[in-house]
């Protein structure tokens, strides 16, 4: 592969998925030039002030817009507000020369193939060669988009389908013609999973590529079945979601967020492209047709498939159009899988069960399977790209094989043909030939049929699966709430697998025994696992049974043995490394902080939460915290301590919680040296590197010293803040107790302006001040709330 890089892109078309895309490439680092078209004429406020249709800021408006809007949205589409500055306006007619600066052009204009075409004929005359272009359509051929193009825009040109949001959805379609140079395909499909962190499948040139077919095709069979069997909207909903392994938005929901309007667009594309069969299943119900052109599109237009008035949820009767209360369906089947453990359990109590919720999922799941089976070879060579793309691009758990595994691919066949089904020839070969599963596992690799052979299941060098290692070597110890295993290379690997990976007194056992293996025979740790979460903190019904017990000498002991584990953590002799994910909350960031280097996922969520349950951190993070932001003071240079105090106190008793990694930099959980991992799948083989790397400049662990604090007149500043706070109404009389003890704490206690303490000193504060409020029966109030409610109580 050429030493190719992509230093500058430009994204043309500034609409929702052209601005996200813009926002994607800003927040990895790639700065962005955004176009669109000139405005023709101008608004009320550009005549106040005077403006021409010739001003730069009303050619740019359109586009100059949308980078607006960006900071807005929500979902937010940036990681952080600053990755803004990035993105740069520009238009169609003045801003074209500029291709040649760039290294990657997407296209993202209106789904018009004589459109598309005009906008590339003027992108061939300005691009420099060797640039890649590409386009984001959702379906229309990416081959008729070249016809008439130079020679290199031809071999530089591909299909790359991202899905909304660009920032959250995994799914990345590549797809080449018959002209694109393989090096260009073999580049982006790299640079789109090391770089822009996705989930990259190689489809072929057909209507809706991979996802958007099978992905619609299953609506569409949906809303079919849900006619024919006299459902209603919210009875679907109930069973088409997480109890099936699904989006938890499920069916109609999930088409309220896409807009109405959209999914008939993307319908109404496959329709016009196939015959038969297929066209009669891709023709939109008449109600769907009625709704869109009454401009009730969903979340975008305020109703669709639901209506919110004032608390209650409404959902359309598709018969009559009128909305009622929401329903759920109730039957023997939804409570049976609701005991099965895993999804695949799940699926096969509630596909096989002769009742209302089972009966309808079965018709859907035997329709959209079969589906899937027939269009193998057309839309993609392996059922593992197909199976990949539906997880990545609609959130599934499984894809349509892995799920048809599940059930069992003889005995689910069986009853398909009885229904009159026609299954492809294909997977009845398969069964003839003996084999029985679409999937198999040997000494933890994975391997899928393909074409009477299993195949080995290729996977980027950059994964690291603990199941498979795990299956594989074992692990080097295990207790309820951690095990420890051997990554490769020297490295060892701490895993969290309690329940929420909440810490408990078998965690807290699990980093002592961690740090005295590591110090003995590795070359550092990783502390990371591949659960929903990196960690939600402690134990917190743990606590709450110890507290309403009266046992406080158990929890003094806990919270002391947290606090050892955490500086064997920060002292260790080999280095440390945390890799957050997702939700690393509380004692999920108090894990990370005093870590030699945290590589966080680009999403991950950090904070310290525990004001939200009436205590305070209590496993050092308030320490740390504080020590963190003294660290990122540069050095030689006057600072003020009581501003760092006064930055710790808000985020701690505001229970500040970052929305990326990158704001979590911001809010100094992270320092400039820790890193950022886009794709989620390689995080673990990035912390690994990140223990070579510092093995290998002979890691040298932190030295101990003691920490300024700003004393009683610090104290006295921080509870005027507070006060002024509970005075507004911000803080209940509970808050400010809970205020006050944060401020003792981060203040030092009792000591002068400027004393320096040692560690062991805040420590013991910390620890006085959590035993404290947690004997306060409003905190246990709030601890029962959260417990029963997963919502916190102000009282």
């Given at each position: 592969?050429?030493?190719?890089?992509?230093?500058?892109?430009?994204?043309?078309?500034?609409?929702?998925?052209?601005?996200?895309?813009?926002?994607?490439?800003?927040?990895?680092?790639?700065?962005?030039?955004?176009?669109?078209?000139?405005?023709?004429?101008?608004?009320?406020?550009?005549?106040?002030?005077?403006?021409?249709?010739?001003?730069?800021?009303?050619?740019?408006?359109?586009?100059?817009?949308?980078?607006?809007?960006?900071?807005?949205?929500?979902p937010a589409p940036l990681t952080s507000k600053k990755n803004i500055a990035l993105i740069e306006a520009g238009n169609f007619e003045d801003d074209l020369v500029k291709l040649k600066d760039?290294?990657?052009?997407?296209?993202?204009?209106?789904?018009?193939?004589?459109?598309?075409?005009?906008?590339?004929?003027?992108?061939?005359?300005?691009?420099?060669?060797?640039?890649?272009?590409?386009?984001?359509?959702?379906?229309?051929?990416?081959?008729?988009?070249?016809?008439?193009?130079?020679?290199?825009?031809?071999?530089?040109?591909?299909?790359?389908?991202?899905?909304?949001?660009?920032?959250?959805?995994?799914?990345?379609?590549?797809?080449?013609?018959q002209y694109t140079d393989p090096e260009v395909l073999s580049f982006m499909k790299t640079f789109g999973e090391d770089v822009l962190g996705k989930g990259v499948v190689v489809a072929k040139?057909?209507?809706?590529?991979?996802?958007?077919?099978?992905?619609?095709?299953?609506?569409?069979?949906?809303?079919?079945?849900?006619?024919?069997?006299?459902?209603?909207?919210?009875?679907?909903?109930?069973?088409?979601?997480?109890?099936?392994?699904?989006?938890?938005?499920?069916?109609?929901?999930?088409?309220?967020v896409v807009g109405l309007d959209t999914f008939y667009h993307v319908a109404g594309n496959v329709y016009e492209k196939v015959e038969g069969k297929e066209k009669e299943a891709f023709e939109?119900?008449?109600?769907?047709?009625?709704?869109?052109?009454?401009?009730?599109?969903?979340?975008?237009?305020?109703?669709?498939?639901?209506?919110?008035?004032?608390?209650?949820?409404?959902?359309?009767?598709?018969?009559?159009?009128?909305?009622?209360?929401?329903?759920?369906?109730?039957?023997?089947?939804?409570?049976?899988?609701?005991?099965?453990?895993?999804?695949?359990?799940?699926?096969?109590?509630?596909?096989?069960?002769?009742?209302?919720?089972?009966?309808?999922?079965?018709?859907?799941?035997?329709?959209?399977?079969?589906?899937?089976?027939?269009?193998?070879?057309?839309?993609?060579?392996?059922?593992?790209?197909?199976?990949?793309?539906?997880?990545?691009?609609?959130?599934?758990?499984?894809?349509?094989?892995?799920?048809?595994?599940?059930?069992?691919?003889?005995?689910?066949?069986?009853?398909?043909?009885?229904?009159?089904?026609?299954?492809?020839?294909?997977?009845?070969?398969?069964?003839?030939?003996?084999?029985?599963?679409?999937?198999?596992?040997?000494?933890?690799?994975?391997?899928?049929?393909?074409?009477?052979?299993?195949?080995?299941?290729?996977?980027?060098?950059?994964?690291?699966?603990?199941?498979?290692?795990?299956?594989?070597?074992?692990?080097?110890?295990?207790?309820?709430?951690?095990?420890?295993?051997?990554?490769?290379?020297?490295?060892?690997?701490?895993?969290?697998?309690?329940?929420?990976?909440?810490?408990?007194?078998?965690?807290?056992?699990?980093?002592?025994?961690?740090?005295?293996?590591?110090?003995?025979?590795?070359?550092?740790?990783?502390?990371?696992?591949?659960?929903?979460?990196?960690?939600?903190?402690?134990?917190?019904?743990?606590?709450?049974?110890?507290?309403?017990?009266?046992?406080?000498?158990?929890?003094?002991?806990?919270?002391?043995?947290?606090?050892?584990?955490?500086?064997?953590?920060?002292?260790?002799?080999?280095?440390?490394?945390?890799?957050?994910?997702?939700?690393?909350?509380?004692?999920?960031?108090?894990?990370?902080?005093?870590?030699?280097?945290?590589?966080?996922?680009?999403?991950?969520?950090?904070?310290?939460?525990?004001?939200?349950?009436?205590?305070?951190?209590?496993?050092?993070?308030?320490?740390?915290?504080?020590?963190?932001?003294?660290?990122?003071?540069?050095?030689?240079?006057?600072?003020?301590?009581?501003?760092?105090?006064?930055?710790?106190?808000?985020?701690?008793?505001?229970?500040?919680?970052?929305?990326?990694?990158?704001?979590?930099?911001?809010?100094?959980?992270?320092?400039?040296?820790?890193?950022?991992?886009?794709?989620?799948?390689?995080?673990?083989?990035?912390?690994?590197?990140?223990?070579?790397?510092?093995?290998?400049?002979?890691?040298?662990?932190?030295?101990?010293?003691?920490?300024?604090?700003?004393?009683?007149?610090?104290?006295?500043?921080?509870?005027?803040?507070?006060?002024?706070?509970?005075?507004?109404?911000?803080?209940?009389?509970?808050?400010?107790?809970?205020?006050?003890?944060?401020?003792?704490?981060?203040?030092?206690?009792?000591?002068?302006?400027?004393?320096?303490?040692?560690?062991?000193?805040?420590?013991?504060?910390?620890?006085?001040?959590?035993?404290?409020?947690?004997?306060?029966?409003?905190?246990?109030?709030?601890?029962?709330?959260?417990?029963?409610?997963?919502?916190?109580?102000?009282?």
């Amino acid at each position: 592969m050429l030493n190719r890089l992509i230093k500058k892109a430009a994204v043309l078309g500034s609409g929702v998925m052209g601005s996200g895309i813009a926002a994607h490439l800003a927040n990895i680092g790639i700065p962005t030039l955004l176009l669109d078209i000139v405005p023709r004429e101008l608004t009320k406020e550009e005549e106040a002030k005077g403006l021409t249709l010739q001003d730069k800021q009303v050619r740019n408006r359109i586009s100059t817009q949308s980078i607006q809007k960006l900071l807005k949205q929500k979902p937010a589409p940036l990681t952080s507000k600053k990755n803004i500055a990035l993105i740069e306006a520009g238009n169609f007619e003045d801003d074209l020369v500029k291709l040649k600066d760039v290294d990657w052009v997407i296209e993202v204009v209106v789904e018009n193939l004589k459109i598309k075409k005009q906008v590339f004929e003027q992108v061939d005359q300005f691009r420099k060669p060797g640039s890649i272009i590409s386009s984001n359509t959702s379906g229309i051929s990416v081959e008729a988009m070249v016809e008439g193009r130079s020679e290199d825009f031809k071999k530089h040109f591909l299909g790359t389908h991202f899905f909304n949001p660009p920032r959250y959805l995994k799914l990345l379609e590549i797809i080449p013609t018959q002209y694109t140079d393989p090096e260009v395909l073999s580049f982006m499909k790299t640079f789109g999973e090391d770089v822009l962190g996705k989930g990259v499948v190689v489809a072929k040139d057909t209507p809706n590529f991979i996802a958007n077919r099978i992905g619609t095709y299953g609506l569409l069979i949906t809303v079919q079945e849900m006619l024919k069997g006299g459902y209603s909207i919210g009875e679907v909903d109930s069973i088409t979601g997480t109890l099936i392994g699904r989006a938890k938005s499920a069916t109609f929901r999930t088409l309220d967020v896409v807009g109405l309007d959209t999914f008939y667009h993307v319908a109404g594309n496959v329709y016009e492209k196939v015959e038969g069969k297929e066209k009669e299943a891709f023709e939109v119900p008449a109600f769907l047709k009625t709704m869109v052109e009454r401009g009730w599109l969903g979340s975008k237009s305020g109703q669709g498939f639901y209506l919110k008035k004032g608390k209650e949820i409404l959902e359309i009767d598709p018969n009559t159009l009128e909305y009622g209360p929401s329903k759920k369906l109730s039957a023997p089947s939804i409570e049976l899988a609701k005991q099965e453990k895993g999804t695949g359990n799940k699926l096969k109590a509630l596909l096989y069960a002769n009742d209302r919720a089972g009966e309808f999922l079965w018709r859907t799941f035997a329709k959209s399977a079969v589906y899937s089976a027939e269009l193998l070879g057309e839309i993609a060579d392996t059922i593992v790209a197909i199976d990949r793309a539906m997880k990545w691009g609609f959130g599934w758990e499984m894809g349509p094989f892995e799920s048809w595994d599940a059930i069992g691919v003889d005995k689910s066949v069986q009853k398909m043909k009885e229904d009159g089904l026609e299954v492809p020839a294909w997977v009845t070969e398969m069964l003839d030939k003996g084999f029985t599963s679409f999937y198999k596992e040997e000494n933890g690799e994975r391997y899928y049929y393909d074409q009477g052979e299993y195949k080995l299941v290729e996977v980027n060098p950059k994964v690291i699966d603990l199941k498979k290692i795990k299956k594989q070597k074992g692990v080097i110890k295990k207790n309820s709430g951690a095990s420890l295993i051997d990554i490769g290379d020297g490295v060892a690997l701490l895993e969290f697998h309690s329940p929420n990976n909440a810490l408990g007194m078998d965690t807290i056992q699990m980093i002592h025994f961690a740090i005295d293996e590591v110090e003995k025979n590795y070359k550092g740790l990783v502390i990371g696992n591949q659960g929903k979460n990196f960690c939600v903190g402690a134990n917190l019904a743990m606590m709450l049974m110890e507290a309403q017990d009266d046992n406080y000498d158990e929890l003094d002991l806990v919270i002391r043995q947290l606090h050892k584990a955490l500086l064997r953590v920060k002292y260790s002799s080999k280095p440390v490394v945390a890799a957050p994910f997702n939700m690393t909350l509380g004692g999920g960031a108090e894990v990370c902080l005093p870590a030699a280097h945290i590589q966080a996922s680009s999403e991950t969520y950090m904070g310290l939460v525990e004001v939200g349950v009436g205590l305070l951190p209590g496993g050092g993070g308030n320490k740390e915290l504080y020590i963190k932001h003294l660290d990122n003071m540069p050095n030689g240079v006057q600072f003020d301590l009581q501003a760092v105090a006064n930055k710790v106190f808000e985020t701690i008793a505001t229970a500040k919680v970052s929305t990326s990694a990158e704001e979590a930099r911001e809010n100094n959980f992270l320092d400039l040296a820790d890193g950022i991992s886009f794709n989620s799948d390689h995080l673990l083989y990035d912390a690994k590197q990140a223990v070579l790397a510092l093995h290998e400049q002979g890691y040298k662990p932190k030295v101990r010293r003691k920490v300024p604090v700003t004393g009683e007149t610090g104290y006295a500043t921080l509870l005027l803040g507070a006060e002024g706070m509970r005075l507004s109404g911000y803080l209940s009389e509970h808050d400010m107790k809970i205020a006050k003890k944060i401020a003792y704490v981060i203040a030092g206690g009792k000591v002068p302006f400027g004393t320096e303490v040692d560690e062991q000193y805040l420590l013991d504060l910390e620890r006085e001040a959590f035993l404290s409020l947690i004997r306060e029966p409003k905190t246990q109030q709030r601890m029962q709330h959260m417990l029963l409610k997963g919502k916190p109580l102000r009282n």
